[in-house]
Protein backbone atom coordinates (compact mmCIF):
# COMPACT_ATOMS: atom_id res chain seq x y z
CA UNK A 1 0.00 0.00 0.00
CA UNK A 2 1.80 3.33 -0.97
CA UNK A 3 1.80 6.34 1.42
CA UNK A 4 -0.96 8.54 -0.05
CA UNK A 5 -3.33 5.13 -0.29
CA UNK A 6 -2.53 5.08 3.30
CA UNK A 7 -3.44 8.43 3.96
CA UNK A 8 -6.30 7.49 2.27
CA UNK A 9 -7.60 4.85 4.27
CA UNK A 10 -7.11 7.05 7.59
CA UNK A 11 -9.07 9.37 5.71
CA UNK A 12 -12.25 6.98 5.60
CA UNK A 13 -11.77 5.39 8.73
CA UNK A 14 -12.14 8.74 10.60
CA UNK A 15 -15.34 9.42 8.52
CA UNK A 16 -16.70 5.85 9.83
CA UNK A 17 -15.74 6.52 13.35
CA UNK A 18 -17.34 10.33 13.04
CA UNK A 19 -20.29 8.62 11.63
CA UNK A 20 -20.21 5.69 14.35
CA UNK A 21 -20.44 8.51 16.84
CA UNK A 22 -23.43 10.82 15.78
CA UNK A 23 -25.42 7.44 15.47
CA UNK A 24 -24.38 6.62 19.17
CA UNK A 25 -25.21 9.88 20.42
CA UNK A 26 -28.49 10.51 18.10
CA UNK A 27 -29.62 7.43 20.14
CA UNK A 28 -28.75 9.19 23.32
CA UNK A 29 -30.23 12.19 23.11
CA UNK A 30 -33.58 12.78 24.54
CA UNK A 31 -36.31 13.24 21.85
CA UNK A 32 -38.31 15.48 22.57
CA UNK A 33 -37.79 18.37 25.09
CA UNK A 34 -38.47 18.60 29.10
CA UNK A 35 -42.46 18.80 28.99
CA UNK A 36 -43.05 22.58 31.78
CA UNK A 37 -46.73 21.26 32.46
CA UNK A 38 -48.45 17.79 32.33
CA UNK A 39 -51.22 18.05 30.20
CA UNK A 40 -54.32 15.54 29.26
CA UNK A 41 -54.16 16.26 25.59
CA UNK A 42 -54.29 13.31 23.57
CA UNK A 43 -51.64 13.69 21.14
CA UNK A 44 -49.41 11.61 19.77
CA UNK A 45 -46.44 13.87 21.38
CA UNK A 46 -47.53 13.90 25.11
CA UNK A 47 -46.68 10.77 27.42
CA UNK A 48 -48.56 11.81 30.07
CA UNK A 49 -52.09 12.01 28.61
CA UNK A 50 -53.03 8.83 30.06
CA UNK A 51 -51.60 9.57 33.48
CA UNK A 52 -53.54 12.64 33.70
CA UNK A 53 -56.88 10.37 32.47
CA UNK A 54 -56.62 9.22 35.59
CA UNK A 55 -57.63 12.80 37.49
CA UNK A 56 -60.51 12.90 34.86
CA UNK A 57 -62.16 9.76 35.92
CA UNK A 58 -62.06 10.45 39.17
CA UNK A 59 -59.51 8.08 40.73
CA UNK A 60 -56.65 10.50 41.01
CA UNK A 61 -57.39 14.39 42.36
CA UNK A 62 -54.34 16.08 41.40
CA UNK A 63 -51.76 13.82 39.24
CA UNK A 64 -49.42 16.44 38.18
CA UNK A 65 -48.44 16.33 41.95
CA UNK A 66 -46.18 13.44 41.70
CA UNK A 67 -43.92 16.10 39.56
CA UNK A 68 -43.26 17.81 42.88
CA UNK A 69 -41.97 14.67 45.14
CA UNK A 70 -38.52 12.73 44.96
CA UNK A 71 -37.58 9.12 45.83
CA UNK A 72 -34.63 7.36 46.63
CA UNK A 73 -34.00 3.58 44.92
CA UNK A 74 -31.74 2.21 46.88
CA UNK A 75 -30.73 -1.02 44.99
CA UNK A 76 -30.54 -1.29 41.36
CA UNK A 77 -30.96 -4.97 40.49
CA UNK A 78 -33.98 -7.02 39.53
CA UNK A 79 -36.90 -4.98 41.58
CA UNK A 80 -35.30 -1.47 42.01
CA UNK A 81 -34.53 -1.07 38.05
CA UNK A 82 -37.58 -2.27 37.06
CA UNK A 83 -39.17 0.57 39.81
CA UNK A 84 -36.84 3.38 39.06
CA UNK A 85 -38.66 2.61 34.79
CA UNK A 86 -42.10 2.38 36.23
CA UNK A 87 -41.16 5.54 38.73
CA UNK A 88 -39.53 7.65 35.55
CA UNK A 89 -42.58 6.46 33.06
CA UNK A 90 -44.95 7.63 35.92
CA UNK A 91 -43.42 11.17 35.32
CA UNK A 92 -41.61 11.02 39.75
CA UNK A 93 -37.98 12.89 39.87
CA UNK A 94 -35.56 9.58 40.81
CA UNK A 95 -32.69 10.55 43.18
CA UNK A 96 -30.46 7.49 41.30
CA UNK A 97 -28.14 5.26 44.06
CA UNK A 98 -25.91 3.09 42.82
CA UNK A 99 -26.64 -12.81 38.03
CA UNK A 100 -27.21 -17.66 37.22
CA UNK A 101 -30.33 -16.92 39.32
CA UNK A 102 -32.83 -18.14 37.75
CA UNK A 103 -30.53 -22.01 37.76
CA UNK A 104 -30.60 -20.91 41.32
CA UNK A 105 -34.30 -22.13 41.49
CA UNK A 106 -33.64 -25.60 40.54
CA UNK A 107 -31.13 -25.71 43.24
CA UNK A 108 -33.11 -24.47 45.95
CA UNK A 109 -36.25 -27.25 45.11
CA UNK A 110 -38.57 -24.83 43.07
CA UNK A 111 -37.66 -26.29 39.90
CA UNK A 112 -37.09 -29.85 39.11
CA UNK A 113 -35.15 -28.92 35.56
CA UNK A 114 -35.16 -25.09 34.40
CA UNK A 115 -33.23 -25.35 31.30
CA UNK A 116 -36.08 -27.01 29.75
CA UNK A 117 -36.92 -23.42 29.70
CA UNK A 118 -35.16 -23.05 26.46
CA UNK A 119 -37.13 -26.10 24.69
CA UNK A 120 -40.30 -24.11 24.73
CA UNK A 121 -42.05 -21.74 21.94
CA UNK A 122 -44.76 -19.01 23.55
CA UNK A 123 -46.75 -17.01 21.19
CA UNK A 124 -47.28 -13.29 22.37
CA UNK A 125 -49.88 -11.30 20.79
CA UNK A 126 -50.64 -8.18 21.17
CA UNK A 127 -46.88 -6.05 22.33
CA UNK A 128 -48.38 -3.24 23.53
CA UNK A 129 -48.18 -2.36 27.68
CA UNK A 130 -48.87 -5.93 29.19
CA UNK A 131 -46.87 -7.92 25.70
CA UNK A 132 -44.08 -5.91 25.56
CA UNK A 133 -43.26 -6.36 29.63
CA UNK A 134 -44.76 -10.00 29.12
CA UNK A 135 -42.03 -11.20 26.39
CA UNK A 136 -39.03 -8.82 28.10
CA UNK A 137 -39.46 -11.45 30.97
CA UNK A 138 -39.74 -14.32 28.87
CA UNK A 139 -36.78 -12.99 27.10
CA UNK A 140 -34.84 -12.76 30.57
CA UNK A 141 -35.67 -16.25 31.83
CA UNK A 142 -34.32 -17.78 28.53
CA UNK A 143 -37.18 -18.99 26.94
CA UNK A 144 -36.65 -21.22 23.75
CA UNK A 145 -38.76 -19.11 21.39
CA UNK A 146 -40.97 -16.46 20.99
CA UNK A 147 -43.53 -14.90 18.26
CA UNK A 148 -44.81 -11.59 18.58
CA UNK A 149 -47.75 -10.68 17.14
CA UNK A 150 -48.80 -7.09 16.51
CA UNK A 151 -50.05 -4.15 14.08
CA UNK A 152 -49.49 -1.29 15.66
CA UNK A 153 -46.61 1.18 16.15
CA UNK A 154 -44.62 2.92 18.66
CA UNK A 155 -45.65 6.03 19.86
CA UNK A 156 -44.80 8.60 22.25
CA UNK A 157 -47.77 8.86 24.29
CA UNK A 158 -47.49 4.97 24.98
CA UNK A 159 -43.95 6.28 27.07
CA UNK A 160 -46.17 5.92 30.47
CA UNK A 161 -45.66 2.13 29.95
CA UNK A 162 -42.48 0.21 30.43
CA UNK A 163 -40.14 -1.11 28.00
CA UNK A 164 -40.22 1.04 24.73
CA UNK A 165 -37.93 4.05 24.48
CA UNK A 166 -38.51 7.21 22.27
CA UNK A 167 -36.33 7.05 19.72
CA UNK A 168 -38.42 3.71 18.95
CA UNK A 169 -41.24 5.95 18.28
CA UNK A 170 -42.48 5.61 14.82
CA UNK A 171 -41.17 1.59 14.52
CA UNK A 172 -43.26 -1.31 14.63
CA UNK A 173 -43.85 -2.51 17.75
CA UNK A 174 -42.75 -5.88 17.04
CA UNK A 175 -39.69 -4.89 15.13
CA UNK A 176 -38.81 -2.37 17.94
CA UNK A 177 -39.41 -5.28 20.48
CA UNK A 178 -37.48 -7.90 18.75
CA UNK A 179 -34.43 -5.83 18.45
CA UNK A 180 -34.09 -4.93 21.91
CA UNK A 181 -35.17 -8.52 22.97
CA UNK A 182 -32.28 -10.32 21.08
CA UNK A 183 -29.90 -7.72 22.35
CA UNK A 184 -30.89 -8.31 25.96
CA UNK A 185 -30.82 -12.01 25.55
CA UNK A 186 -29.50 -13.67 21.79
CA UNK A 187 -30.21 -17.48 22.55
CA UNK A 188 -34.03 -16.74 22.17
CA UNK A 189 -34.93 -17.19 18.78
CA UNK A 190 -37.79 -14.82 17.65
CA UNK A 191 -39.83 -14.51 14.60
CA UNK A 192 -41.85 -11.26 14.60
CA UNK A 193 -45.40 -10.53 12.54
CA UNK A 194 -46.55 -6.92 12.02
CA UNK A 195 -50.13 -7.56 11.13
CA UNK A 196 -54.10 -7.36 12.37
CA UNK A 197 -54.56 -11.15 13.28
CA UNK A 198 -58.93 -10.56 13.12
CA UNK A 199 -58.80 -10.40 9.10
CA UNK A 200 -59.23 -13.33 7.21
CA UNK A 201 -55.83 -14.31 5.36
CA UNK A 202 -54.22 -13.08 9.00
CA UNK A 203 -56.31 -15.54 10.88
CA UNK A 204 -55.08 -17.75 8.75
CA UNK A 205 -51.76 -17.33 8.84
CA UNK A 206 -51.96 -16.92 12.34
CA UNK A 207 -53.21 -20.22 12.98
CA UNK A 208 -50.80 -21.71 10.75
CA UNK A 209 -47.96 -20.19 12.61
CA UNK A 210 -49.16 -21.12 16.10
CA UNK A 211 -49.52 -24.60 14.78
CA UNK A 212 -46.39 -25.65 13.31
CA UNK A 213 -43.75 -22.72 14.74
CA UNK A 214 -42.29 -24.73 18.18
CA UNK A 215 -38.20 -25.28 18.13
CA UNK A 216 -39.45 -28.56 16.48
CA UNK A 217 -41.93 -27.09 13.89
CA UNK A 218 -45.05 -28.51 15.82
CA UNK A 219 -47.41 -26.55 17.69
CA UNK A 220 -46.53 -23.34 20.39
CA UNK A 221 -46.10 -24.46 24.28
CA UNK A 222 -48.73 -21.33 25.54
CA UNK A 223 -50.21 -18.46 23.59
CA UNK A 224 -50.85 -15.02 25.75
CA UNK A 225 -53.10 -12.81 24.89
CA UNK A 226 -52.35 -9.32 25.53
CA UNK A 227 -54.75 -7.84 23.09
CA UNK A 228 -56.62 -4.73 24.29
CA UNK A 229 -59.67 -5.24 22.43
CA UNK A 230 -62.50 -7.64 22.01
CA UNK A 231 -62.55 -9.00 18.61
CA UNK A 232 -58.90 -10.20 18.99
CA UNK A 233 -59.60 -12.01 22.36
CA UNK A 234 -62.28 -13.65 20.03
CA UNK A 235 -60.10 -14.25 17.29
CA UNK A 236 -57.54 -16.11 19.59
CA UNK A 237 -60.72 -17.91 21.22
CA UNK A 238 -61.68 -19.39 17.95
CA UNK A 239 -58.07 -20.15 16.87
CA UNK A 240 -57.18 -22.30 20.08
CA UNK A 241 -60.62 -23.68 20.23
CA UNK A 242 -59.93 -25.41 16.94
CA UNK A 243 -56.23 -26.29 17.48
CA UNK A 244 -57.07 -27.67 21.06
CA UNK A 245 -54.63 -25.59 22.55
CA UNK A 246 -54.22 -24.03 26.17
CA UNK A 247 -54.12 -19.92 26.11
CA UNK A 248 -53.66 -17.11 28.85
CA UNK A 249 -55.89 -14.06 28.45
CA UNK A 250 -54.94 -11.27 30.44
CA UNK A 251 -56.74 -7.82 30.98
CA UNK A 252 -56.55 -4.05 32.08
CA UNK A 253 -59.28 -2.16 33.10
CA UNK A 254 -60.03 1.09 31.13
CA UNK A 255 -59.17 3.08 35.03
CA UNK A 256 -56.23 1.55 34.96
CA UNK A 257 -56.81 0.22 38.11
CA UNK A 258 -57.75 -2.98 38.09
CA UNK A 259 -56.63 -5.90 35.84
CA UNK A 260 -56.82 -10.05 35.34
CA UNK A 261 -55.44 -13.09 33.56
CA UNK A 262 -57.81 -15.70 33.15
CA UNK A 263 -56.11 -19.34 32.02
CA UNK A 264 -58.25 -21.46 29.48
CA UNK A 265 -58.10 -25.28 28.67
CA UNK A 266 -60.30 -26.05 26.07
CA UNK A 267 -62.99 -28.72 26.69
CA UNK A 268 -61.74 -28.47 30.67
CA UNK A 269 -62.55 -24.52 31.79
CA UNK A 270 -64.63 -21.79 30.13
CA UNK A 271 -63.47 -20.36 27.17
CA UNK A 272 -64.07 -16.62 26.10
CA UNK A 273 -67.14 -17.28 24.16
CA UNK A 274 -68.71 -19.52 27.15
CA UNK A 275 -69.62 -16.82 29.25
CA UNK A 276 -69.29 -12.66 29.02
CA UNK A 277 -65.24 -12.19 29.86
CA UNK A 278 -64.55 -11.74 34.16
CA UNK A 279 -63.45 -8.29 35.43
CA UNK A 280 -62.91 -7.08 38.66
CA UNK A 281 -64.79 -4.37 39.98
CA UNK A 282 -62.96 -1.34 40.93
CA UNK A 283 -65.89 0.94 42.36
CA UNK A 284 -65.94 3.33 39.60
CA UNK A 285 -69.34 4.52 37.81
CA UNK A 286 -68.68 3.10 34.62
CA UNK A 287 -70.91 5.71 32.85
CA UNK A 288 -67.48 7.49 33.36
CA UNK A 289 -65.85 5.66 31.37
CA UNK A 290 -67.35 4.42 28.12
CA UNK A 291 -67.50 7.79 26.69
CA UNK A 292 -66.44 8.27 22.99
CA UNK A 293 -63.69 9.79 21.95
CA UNK A 294 -62.09 9.62 25.05
CA UNK A 295 -58.89 7.59 25.61
CA UNK A 296 -58.66 5.11 28.19
CA UNK A 297 -56.20 5.94 31.42
CA UNK A 298 -52.77 3.58 31.95
CA UNK A 299 -50.49 3.00 34.25
CA UNK A 300 -46.85 0.71 34.36
CA UNK A 301 -47.46 -0.53 37.27
CA UNK A 302 -51.15 -1.84 37.04
CA UNK A 303 -49.39 -3.07 33.46
CA UNK A 304 -46.56 -4.30 34.85
CA UNK A 305 -48.14 -6.39 37.60
CA UNK A 306 -50.85 -8.12 35.38
CA UNK A 307 -47.35 -8.98 33.11
CA UNK A 308 -46.01 -10.47 36.02
CA UNK A 309 -49.17 -12.36 37.06
CA UNK A 310 -48.97 -13.41 33.46
CA UNK A 311 -45.23 -15.10 33.14
CA UNK A 312 -45.50 -16.23 36.56
CA UNK A 313 -48.23 -18.48 35.60
CA UNK A 314 -46.47 -19.50 32.35
CA UNK A 315 -43.23 -20.45 33.82
CA UNK A 316 -45.47 -22.57 36.67
CA UNK A 317 -47.29 -24.24 33.62
CA UNK A 318 -43.94 -24.72 31.59
CA UNK A 319 -41.91 -25.80 33.79
CA UNK A 320 -44.38 -27.82 36.07
CA UNK A 321 -43.89 -26.26 40.14
CA UNK A 322 -46.53 -24.92 42.14
CA UNK A 323 -50.12 -24.11 41.28
CA UNK A 324 -51.44 -22.53 38.07
CA UNK A 325 -54.34 -20.12 38.42
CA UNK A 326 -57.50 -20.11 36.57
CA UNK A 327 -58.23 -16.39 36.99
CA UNK A 328 -56.66 -14.07 39.19
CA UNK A 329 -57.98 -10.74 39.09
CA UNK A 330 -56.39 -7.49 40.68
CA UNK A 331 -58.06 -4.28 41.94
CA UNK A 332 -55.31 -1.87 43.06
CA UNK A 333 -57.36 0.19 44.86
CA UNK A 334 -58.51 -2.12 48.13
CA UNK A 335 -55.60 -4.73 46.60
CA UNK A 336 -58.11 -7.24 46.27
CA UNK A 337 -57.02 -10.74 44.93
CA UNK A 338 -59.85 -12.67 43.80
CA UNK A 339 -59.15 -15.79 42.29
CA UNK A 340 -61.76 -18.78 41.02
CA UNK A 341 -62.51 -21.23 38.05
CA UNK A 342 -65.45 -21.31 35.76
CA UNK A 343 -66.52 -24.77 34.18
CA UNK A 344 -67.13 -24.40 30.28
CA UNK A 345 -70.82 -24.05 29.38
CA UNK A 346 -72.35 -27.14 27.58
CA UNK A 347 -74.41 -24.64 25.23
CA UNK A 348 -71.01 -22.10 24.00
CA UNK A 349 -71.87 -19.80 20.72
CA UNK A 350 -68.14 -22.11 19.66
CA UNK A 351 -68.42 -25.66 18.36
CA UNK A 352 -65.18 -26.05 18.55
CA UNK A 353 -65.24 -25.35 22.46
CA UNK A 354 -68.53 -27.93 22.40
CA UNK A 355 -66.41 -30.16 20.47
CA UNK A 356 -63.64 -30.24 23.36
CA UNK A 357 -65.88 -30.78 25.93
CA UNK A 358 -67.11 -33.48 24.69
CA UNK A 359 -63.84 -35.02 24.51
CA UNK A 360 -62.43 -33.70 27.78
CA UNK A 361 -65.64 -35.68 29.15
CA UNK A 362 -64.51 -39.22 27.50
CA UNK A 363 -61.18 -38.53 29.26
CA UNK A 364 -60.05 -41.65 31.41
CA UNK A 365 -60.17 -40.20 35.34
CA UNK A 366 -56.68 -40.37 35.81
CA UNK A 367 -56.37 -37.92 32.78
CA UNK A 368 -58.68 -35.72 34.15
CA UNK A 369 -57.43 -35.65 37.05
CA UNK A 370 -54.14 -35.20 36.16
CA UNK A 371 -54.99 -31.95 34.43
CA UNK A 372 -56.54 -30.74 37.57
CA UNK A 373 -53.64 -31.72 39.54
CA UNK A 374 -51.56 -29.39 37.31
CA UNK A 375 -53.76 -26.36 37.57
CA UNK A 376 -55.55 -24.64 40.56
CA UNK A 377 -58.23 -22.27 40.60
CA UNK A 378 -56.93 -20.98 44.18
CA UNK A 379 -57.91 -24.01 46.45
CA UNK A 380 -55.11 -23.00 48.77
CA UNK A 381 -55.17 -19.49 49.21
CA UNK A 382 -52.66 -18.64 52.80
CA UNK A 383 -52.22 -15.14 53.53
CA UNK A 384 -48.76 -15.02 55.16
CA UNK A 385 -49.16 -11.68 56.78
CA UNK A 386 -52.89 -12.03 58.17
CA UNK A 387 -53.28 -9.67 60.31
CA UNK A 388 -56.98 -10.69 60.79
CA UNK A 389 -56.10 -14.10 61.57
CA UNK A 390 -57.64 -15.38 58.94
CA UNK A 391 -57.48 -18.32 56.48
CA UNK A 392 -59.66 -18.24 53.40
CA UNK A 393 -58.79 -21.90 52.58
CA UNK A 394 -60.99 -21.85 49.39
CA UNK A 395 -62.45 -19.03 47.19
CA UNK A 396 -63.06 -20.72 44.47
CA UNK A 397 -66.27 -21.53 42.85
CA UNK A 398 -66.87 -24.09 40.19
CA UNK A 399 -69.72 -22.80 38.39
CA UNK A 400 -70.73 -24.48 34.72
CA UNK A 401 -73.19 -23.50 31.89
CA UNK A 402 -72.67 -19.80 33.00
CA UNK A 403 -75.26 -17.27 31.34
CA UNK A 404 -77.54 -15.75 33.63
CA UNK A 405 -76.07 -12.96 35.40
CA UNK A 406 -73.50 -12.28 37.92
CA UNK A 407 -75.13 -13.50 40.78
CA UNK A 408 -76.18 -16.63 39.23
CA UNK A 409 -72.59 -17.34 37.70
CA UNK A 410 -71.76 -17.65 41.35
CA UNK A 411 -68.96 -15.04 40.83
CA UNK A 412 -66.70 -14.60 43.94
CA UNK A 413 -67.02 -10.86 45.38
CA UNK A 414 -65.92 -8.24 43.88
CA UNK A 415 -65.23 -9.84 40.25
CA UNK A 416 -68.10 -9.15 37.88
CA UNK A 417 -68.71 -9.74 33.95
CA UNK A 418 -67.80 -7.07 31.21
CA UNK A 419 -71.33 -7.22 29.97
CA UNK A 420 -74.67 -9.61 30.50
CA UNK A 421 -75.71 -12.12 28.08
CA UNK A 422 -79.18 -12.32 27.83
CA UNK A 423 -80.85 -16.09 29.49
CA UNK A 424 -81.39 -18.47 27.13
CA UNK A 425 -84.91 -20.33 27.10
CA UNK A 426 -84.05 -23.55 28.50
CA UNK A 427 -83.03 -23.50 32.03
CA UNK A 428 -80.26 -24.76 32.94
CA UNK A 429 -78.40 -26.46 35.64
CA UNK A 430 -75.99 -24.50 38.48
CA UNK A 431 -73.59 -25.91 40.61
CA UNK A 432 -72.21 -23.20 43.05
CA UNK A 433 -69.58 -24.86 45.41
CA UNK A 434 -68.87 -21.77 47.76
CA UNK A 435 -66.43 -23.36 49.87
CA UNK A 436 -65.59 -20.31 51.98
CA UNK A 437 -63.82 -22.39 55.14
CA UNK A 438 -63.50 -19.83 57.43
CA UNK A 439 -64.83 -18.22 60.67
CA UNK A 440 -65.52 -14.95 58.91
CA UNK A 441 -67.33 -14.54 55.54
CA UNK A 442 -65.88 -12.69 52.43
CA UNK A 443 -68.48 -10.28 52.92
CA UNK A 444 -67.62 -9.39 56.86
CA UNK A 445 -64.21 -9.24 55.63
CA UNK A 446 -64.58 -6.93 52.65
CA UNK A 447 -66.10 -4.68 55.08
CA UNK A 448 -63.74 -4.78 57.50
CA UNK A 449 -60.77 -3.87 54.57
CA UNK A 450 -63.25 -1.14 53.30
CA UNK A 451 -63.39 0.18 56.78
CA UNK A 452 -59.97 0.84 56.99
ZN1 LIG B 1 -66.83 -22.04 24.99
Not at 195 to 211: C, E, G, K, L
Not at 324 to 337: I, M, Q
Not at 392 to 410: C, K, M, P, Q
Amino acid sequence: MTLVQLQQRIKELEEQLKQERIKHEGVQQPVRDKISQMSSEVVDSNPYSRLMALKRMGIVDNYEKIREFTVAVVGVGGVGSVTAEMLTRCGIVLFPCSCSRLMALKRMGIVDNYEKIREFTVAVVGVGGVGSVTAEMLTRCGIGKLLLFDYDKVELANMNRLFFQPHQAGLSKVEAAAKTLVSINPDVAMETYNYNITTMDNFQDFMNRISHSSLSGGPVDLVLSCVDNFEARMAINSACNELNMSWFESGVSENAVSGHIQFIVPGDTACFACAPPLIVASNIDEKTLKRDGVCAASLPTTMGIVAGFLVQNTLKYLLGFGEVTYYLGYSALTDFFPTMRLRPNTMCDDNHCRQRQVEFQAKPPVQKEETGAAVSGGNEVVHEDNDWGITLVDETIEVEDSRHGDVALGLVAGIKTAYSIPAPEVSSTLTNEANLDSSISLEELMAQMKSI
